[in-house]
């Protein structure tokens, strides 16, 4: 008996063959077919199909063949609805209209959804004798083919209608805007759930748009309400079917072919019909008003077997509302800007076709009133675009919150709210501590602090000879506008600053003071022994260098903390014996600009800082690693790490002494004392600390680590320590015998790996995706032996898998055979404690959702490797070499 994978494989076999291993894409549906006028009336509404994502039991819809008087063929259309796939339906659900002659010619037909169905779909064949019996025979015989063919027709021909929307404002804009594009990309992908090659927009903008038109087989996303059809038959069971059914290049793409032609070539559920009289091809229905016109993928014959076009109807199914959410809910938006776009995502659809429809903005008016402003959706500016021109004379409360509402098909539909505030005149200030930070010669940075900043629309400013300066500026989260002056040629004095608002027809002024130089430099402070200091001062920008005691001083880094700015400088060679300064003595230190002035600013040298130096360190392992790492620097966060020290200032530790651990980010620290344990003098010079990371710092630490000293509650200079790392625990590698497929690594919290390579160089390598949680994943084949790695935590650094690779020879008719195996498929590789990784599904390595096949094995496509077989043969044991001189028990290296 024929089952439904049977035709899979079959499509999937034919498809090869007939395309040819050599094609770069398989038939795609770009032919055009006849065309379909639809309508539903539900109660007295009637709307065109276009507008109709769903039906329901009562509806009257109307049929009409658009087809030409001189059409050469006779086309006999069939409507028939379904109600299940073990559940035939009756007879009297089939309708049967003579496109070429009677009332079907002239007025089409009129069909009621019965109580039970569930699909429609629309069959046009050509007239033979008894063609009307063998399609309803068809069809009742197996039910459950044809409501999975419905099922598949339909969403197939959301994801053509979301790809179509983004292909044609990509040429829209390559046409009229192309330096658009860059802007715009991101905004389509994100309404169009389709992905965008960022590396596109940093091409010239003439090659974005034929650069994001590419690779259209993998442009595809889940829309947010389910699987889209290429996830779904990339992943699970049906991923087996396609690996099963060729090694075509189209399979080996990580979509396994384009959009929806490679799909639906493997996938089709038609070959298990076709005979030696029919065949039946499958029909996308593209909407567009009340046609929907039928795209086909394969041209129709009229010699025997002839073609069966097969179309479907929306499903009769209750309202499946878009999940719409406002892309950040506590956006507070003017509601008098103009163009006013409300950002949202969720709702591919909305964006792509007529679902939504009638679409409003509701917002309070006065008194107990409200105003409906329509709202039409725009992908190319992510959101929804708002008619304002309603408000014109109408005065809205200080702050308000609309809500969308509309239409989704015959039902009503309310969506998300949105917080708006309306344009009014109001105080504006600079922020504390920057009234006498303005300096000309310089752009400067301003903060302005008003009631509600949102409805700024431009800033200029206006110098004393009367010239209007367009001013850079941006609102902050902290509800304050940002402005970048242009005083690099402006003269000291008073300038006003124009603040225009949306809706408003008079700039704002707030008149500002700019100074001619710095106020003065307040001092530079440094620790006795220290190599560098800070000044402190205004507009240090331009100190160049500063000398003390004949040491000379250059920059590192300025900082500005209210209005008051603090430079750091570093002694070009270490101070030595240089200051001679004593602790709260004061003298002279001559800063130089870099216009060439020199200028004398008060000096002091303050206590020296406690200062140790790090000797030596180590670290033991709790587990065997399954990682070798690639940088003696770094430290796994499961290890312990020991460290010893050298008291330098002063020349010995005491009982208060501590040593502190901390992140670059200062976000997470640690204190190791004599008194919890983590502290250990070997004697008064000599200290021993041991850091535990897991327990220190949690699970979600990493990255490079540094330590102090703090004795008597002064802090030293902070030293680097080490990198900490998070190690996944890699348990077994399986490769098939075939060399043209990746072999798969399994084991647990994969994500940490960035990306894995078959060399050390990195040339055939294989991307983790971003939130992976399988515990398989495809990898290149290891090319000597060993299967390199990058860590999520230290990119910049390669790895070693420490797990052995299979050994490969050469087998009859130049095939790679696993050594001494005898399983044909898969050669499972366990780590060196000898113990092999159970055999999962391929399927589990997208467990998160992320597609099969996205790894992103370069230059070589990723394959999921067909599933390992049920009881694979241990390896032989992995030889340890001897470890080196630790103490018993442990797993340690010394760096």
Not at 124 to 133: I, R, S, Y
Not at 153 to 168: F, P, V
Not at 714 to 737: F, H, N, T, Y
């Amino acid at each position: 008996m024929c089952t439904i994978f049977d035709g899979l494989k079959l499509a999937a076999a034919i498809a090869f063959f007939a395309s040819g291993a050599a094609l770069a894409d398989p038939v795609a549906f770009d032919l055009a077919g006849p065309t379909l006028d639809v309508e539903v009336t539900r109660g007295a509404v009637t709307l065109p199909i276009s507008q109709v994502p769903e039906l329901a039991t009562g509806d009257r819809v109307w049929l009409k063949a658009a087809l030409s008087d001189g059409e050469a063929v006779h086309y006999l259309m069939v409507v028939a609805f379904l109600r299940g796939s073990t559940a035939p339906p009756p007879a009297s659900w089939f309708s049967r209209c003579d496109t070429w002659t009677g009332s079907c010619s002239k007025e089409g037909v009129r069909l009621t959804v019965p109580p039970e169905a569930r699909e429609v779909l629309v069959f046009l064949a050509p007239q033979t004798g008894g063609d009307f019996k063998t399609l309803v025979n068809a069809v009742r015989g197996r039910p459950g083919v044809f409501v999975r063919t419905s099922q598949d027709l339909n969403q197939a021909a959301a994801e053509h209608l979301r790809l179509q929307s983004y292909l044609k404002e990509i040429r829209r804009l390559g046409d009229s805007d192309p330096v658009r594009l860059k802007e715009a990309a991101p905004l389509l992908s994100r309404s169009l759930a389709i992905r965008v090659d960022a590396q596109c927009l940093e091409k010239p903008p003439t090659l974005q748009a034929a650069c994001l038109m590419q690779g259209r087989n993998a442009l595809i996303m889940a829309d947010g309400a389910g699987e889209s059809v290429t996830q779904v038959l990339t992943s699970g069971p049906a991923s087996d079917l396609a690996m099963e059914a060729g090694n075509t290049p189209q399979l080996k793409s990580g979509y396994y072919g384009p959009f929806i032609g490679s799909l639906l070539d493997i996938a089709r559920l038609f070959d298990s019909f076709h005979t030696a009289k029919y065949q039946y091809i499958p029909a996308l229905a593209v909407p567009r008003g009340r046609e929907l016109a039928l795209t086909l993928n394969a041209p129709p014959s009229f010699h025997d077997p002839k073609s069966v076009l097969v179309a479907a109807l929306p499903a009769v199914e209750d309202p499946q509302f878009p999940e719409l959410h406002a892309v950040d809910a506590q956006q507070v938006y003017c509601i008098r800007k103009e163009p006013l776009v409300l950002a949202i995502e969720g709702a591919p659809l909305m964006f792509a076709g007529s679902f939504a429809h009638h679409l409003t903005l509701r917002v309070p008016g006065p008194g107990a009133t409200h105003i409906d402003l329509p709202a039409t959706p725009d992908p190319a500016q992510g959101g929804l675009v708002i008619d304002t021109s309603a408000l014109s004379n109408v005065v809205l409360g200080e702050r308000v919150r609309g809500s969308l509402q509309g239409s989704w098909g015959f039902a009503s539909y309310s969506g998300p709210g949105f917080n708006f505030v309306d344009t009014r005149a109001q105080s504006w200030t600079l922020a504390p501590g920057e009234e006498e930070a303005l300096v000309v010669g310089r752009e400067d940075t301003v903060h302005l602090v008003s009631g509600s900043p949102h409805c700024v629309s431009d800033l200029k400013l206006a110098n004393s000879d009367g010239r209007e300066l367009k001013v850079d500026w941006k609102l902050t989260k902290t509800e304050q506008v940002e402005a970048r002056l242009p005083l690099e040629n402006a003269s000291a004095g008073a300038v006003t600053l124009l603040i225009s608002q949306y809706g408003s027809a008079q700039p704002q002024r707030l008149t500002l003071h700019t100074y001619a130089e710095a106020g003065h430099l307040d001092a530079f402070v440094v620790h006795s022994g220290d190599d560098r200091g800070v000044l402190r001062g205004s507009r240090l920008d331009e100190v160049a260098g500063l000398v003390l005691n004949g040491i000379d001083f250059r920059p590192e880094t300025l900082s500005s903390i209210q209005g008051k700015d603090e430079l750091m400088l570093v002694a070009r060679e270490a101070p030595g014996t240089a200051l001679i300064l004593k602790s709260g003595d004061g003298a002279k230190a001559r800063v130089t600009l870099k216009d060439g002035r020199t200028l004398n600013v008060r000096a002091t040298l303050e206590e020296a800082r406690p200062r140790v130096t790090l000797i030596g360190k180590s670290l033991a392992l709790s587990l065997p690693a399954s990682i070798r790492l690639g940088d003696s620097d770094e430290l796994p966060q499961d290890a312990q790490l020991t460290f010893a020290l050298h008291a330098q200032s002063p020349s010995s530790f005491t009982r208060d002494d501590s040593i502190e651990v901390a992140t670059l980010d200062d976000a997470t620290a640690t204190q190791l004392t004599l008194s919890n344990g983590s502290l250990t003098l070997q004697d008064a010079k000599i200290a021993v600390a041991r850091l535990d990371p897991a327990k220190a710092f949690g699970p979600s630490t990493f990255g490079p680590l540094r330590f102090r000293i703090v004795s008597h509650g002064v802090a030293g200079d902070w030293q680097q320590l080490a990198k900490l790392v998070r190690l996944p625990q890699l348990q077994a590698l399986s490769c098939p015998e075939s060399g043209d497929q990746p072999c798969q690594l399994s084991g647990t919290n994969l994500f940490l790996l960035e990306s894995v390579s078959a060399d050390a160089h990195f040339g055939a390598w294989a991307a983790v995706p971003d939130g992976f949680t399988g515990s398989i994943l495809p990898v290149p084949r290891p090319e000597k032996g060993e299967l390199y790695v990058k860590l999520r935590d230290d990119p910049g650094v390669v790895s070693v898998a420490a797990i052995e690779a299979p050994l490969v020879h050469p087998g009859p008719e130049g095939r790679q055979v696993g050594s001494g195996r005898k399983d044909p498929q898969v050669n499972p590789v366990a780590l060196g404690s000898g113990s092999t990784a159970p055999a999962e599904q391929p399927g589990a390595a997208v467990a998160s959702g992320v597609p099969a096949g996205a790894t992103g094995i370069n230059p070589a496509p990723a394959i999921i490797a067909a599933p390992a077989p049920e009881n694979p043969s241990p390896p032989e044991p992995r030889k340890t070499p001897p470890s080196p001189a630790v103490g018993p028990g442990n797993s340690a290296r010394s760096t």
